[in-house]
């Protein structure tokens, strides 16, 4: 085991000088025990197995033979000097040859064995691209040689191979991630290897390239992903994310630039980029989820979520017309979390089902005290989930509202993922009477052919739109001309348009003359807790806003 920390010439020379001494005591034991007529010459097949062992046939044919020839030189008897007969130096010297060819070729099927071994252990075997095992050791071979220009990993993720594997099979989803590794590995001279880490990732082992050229290569390889692949004569085209790291320090380890890659490429994909590179913030950021998110169901029971509400107003008349229950979360000391910290978490897990219960029944309880329609916001999740459906129904019997007063929003982007799925849900909301809203509407998909098939009864403008609704330059000329197309194909289709985020006076102004049916914001009022909320309704005074939408 020793030996193979040495490098090849070392060895080498140690085990040459092995066998020679033991050659040389091998032969000194017979001549000191009285010659080749005792079993003395047998101790002469250690250096000849040893030599199999460590050189296969040729290494073992050649001790022997050198063996042979030391037993042949020694006498039958020492004490009498008594030569050997010739046959019987042959006949040991055929044993020894024997023995050593034999051995030698043992010990050659099993290093031939042993290769093809550690060799498939490091080869993905459907793609003949190197695999995990093989990317660490290579990380941790060229790390410990301490190079100047430091190491650099690159994690891409081909997000859409579900898809390939679905409609295509196996075999061409295997052949993309192989064209598509051979590909990338092209792009630069400094991605000196490309590894299969698992069945939509590749990794990309780089050397002399820094944080700011490692984001010059991820820019280039997803140029390079643009392009169609031509995968068993068909045409594919594969979306990639990418995470990547870089050794910061001498200490840095293997494992660690491992991860911290996957931490980038994670944000890439939840911040809807091509590429991030790892920074301690991102770590910092993750940490702090995770601790938060283990910590909902236990502050769901000790109270300390409650339910805001931001008020709508009615833009023809400014009155008060409904309100939005937004989730709020107080940690030890009392201070508010923001919802950007945990609700993205949430909602993808099954955590997002007690949250939602608990918005619906505050929500409904806030319902039974103010006038107006009561909206609150729910994830794709919740509409797998059909005993919340039901229980919506419930909560708004058990607090004495109709479900009319009831408002469900969903982003137009999750209710996409599962169309079909949607559909059912809304259409079951819709016919119990609790309206639907699609949130963020025109930020999600360039189509709106779905709209036409959807039960749904409002269009909730994205913030994003709205923004450019202040100003005179082309871009706010171009803005106010999106909204107004937005409102009109909303009126056409006989819903009920809001607008979200409205922050200024122009903007109000703006709303009011393209015909917005309703508007929430910071103009207004941020979100309240309830008896806040019932404070400010109590002092809004709608003449106000009919006076400031006339100027």
């Known amino acids: ?148 220009s430091g190491v650099g990993l690159i994690l891409v993720r081909l997000t859409d191979i579900g898809d390939v594997l679905e409609a295509l099979g196996p075999e061409t989803a295997d052949a993309m991630v192989m064209a598509m590794g051979e590909r990338l590995g092209r792009q630069d001279r400094r991605i000196v290897e490309v590894f299969r880490f698992s069945n939509s990732e590749l990794y990309l082992l780089l050397e002399g390239a820094g944080p700011a050229e490692i984001r010059g290569i991820a820019m280039r390889l997803a140029e390079a992903g643009e392009e169609n692949l031509v995968v068993q004569e068909v045409p594919l085209r594969a979306q990639l994310v990418m995470g990547s790291s870089w050794q910061a320090t001498e ?54 979520f409650e339910l805001h509400f931001q008020p709508k107003l009615r833009l023809a008349d400014g009155r008060i017309c409904g309100c939005e229950g937004l989730i709020r979360w107080r940690d030890d000391q009392g201070r508010l979390i923001a919802p950007g910290l945990f609700m993205p978490k949430v909602e993808r897990t099954s955590l997002i089902a007690p949250v939602t219960r608990f918005v619906a029944d505050q929500a409904c ?24 459906l039901d229980e919506l129904l419930a909560l708004s019997r058990q607090h004495g509202i109709v479900p009319e007063r009831l408002e469900v929003e969903i982003t137009e982007s999750s209710l996409m993922h599962d169309l079909v799925t949607g559909k059912w849900a809304l259409e ?10 699609i949130d963020d509407f025109g930020t999600g998909f360039s189509s709106f052919e779905y709209l036409q098939y959807l039960p749904i009864t409002g269009l909730k403008i994205d913030r994003a739109f709205i923004r450019g609704l202040d100003g005179d330059s082309p871009f706010h000329f171009r803005s106010r001309c999106l909204v107004a197309g937005l409102i009109d194909m909303g009126h056409a289709l006989g819903l009920e348009v809001i607008a979200e985020g409205v922050e200024t006076l122009e903007q109000h102004q703006a709303l009011c003359r393209l015909g917005c049916d309703q508007a929430q914001g910071f103009l207004y009022t941020k979100a309240l807790p309830a008896a806040d909320y019932r404070a400010w309704y109590g002092q809004h005074r709608p003449a106000a806003w009919l006076e400031i939408a006339d100027r």
Request: with cysteine; net charge positive.
């Open 1 to 148: 085991m020793w030996l193979g920390s040495l490098s090849q010439g070392v060895r080498h020379a140690v085990m040459l000088a092995l066998l020679g001494l033991l050659l040389s005591l091998g032969t000194l034991a017979v001549y000191f025990t009285g010659g080749t007529r005792y079993a003395t010459p047998y101790l002469m097949l250690v250096p000849v197995l040893l030599a199999a062992a460590g050189y296969g046939l040729r290494g073992a044919l050649a001790t022997a033979l050198v063996a042979g020839g030391l037993m042949a030189l020694m006498p039958l008897d020492v004490a009498s000097q008594q030569p050997q007969p010739t046959l019987n130096w042959l006949i040991r010297l055929c044993l020894y040859l024997v023995i050593g060819g034999v051995a030698g070729s043992l010990f050659g099927l099993l290093r031939h064995a042993h290769s093809v071994s550690e060799r498939l252990a490091r080869t993905d075997p459907r793609t003949g691209l190197a695999n995990q095992v093989a990317l660490e050791e290579a990380l941790r071979r060229r790390l410990a040689q301490g190079r100047q």
């Open 251 to 304: 200490a840095t380890t293997a494992r660690e630039l491992i991860r911290e890659s996957r931490v980038a490429m994670l944000a890439a994909m939840e911040k809807h980029r091509l590429h991030c590179h790892y920074s301690a913030d991102l770590a910092h950021d993750k940490r702090e989820a995770l601790q938060l998110i283990s910590h909902v169901r236990q502050d769901l029971e000790r109270g300390r």
């Open 365 to 388: 309880r806030f319902a039974g005290t103010v006038d107006g329609v009561v909206g609150i916001n729910i994830s794709v999740r919740n509409l797998h989930d059909g005993a919340l």
């Open 428 to 437: 079951r909301l819709r016919g119990h009477g609790i309206r639907v809203s």
